[in-house]
């Protein structure tokens, strides 16, 4: 299953990115995205945030999500 990203990527290739890059550029980063897509869905990868900040934030940090 292809994942959002994956199908963005390729709904503007032709429109934006093609007119920079070319078939190999287009190839590599289509199996980036599916490799990665695939690693997560299978739980082999996670991926963290770590927030540093000097003195630390005033009320404490709250997560976006």
Do not use: C
């Not at 709904?11 to 920079?20: L, T």
């Not at 070319?22 to 199996?31: A, G, H, I, L, V």
């Not at 082999?44 to 003195?55: C, E, T, Y």
């Amino acid at each position: 299953m292809a994942s959002r990203e994956i199908d963005n990527f390729a709904a503007n290739w032709e429109k934006v990115i093609s007119q920079q890059y070319d078939d190999r550029f287009y190839r590599m980063w289509t199996y980036m995205l599916q490799t990665t897509a695939g690693s997560f869905q299978a739980r082999h990868i996670q991926l963290w945030q770590i927030v540093f900040s000097k003195g630390g934030v005033p009320g404490g940090y709250g997560s976006i999500r």
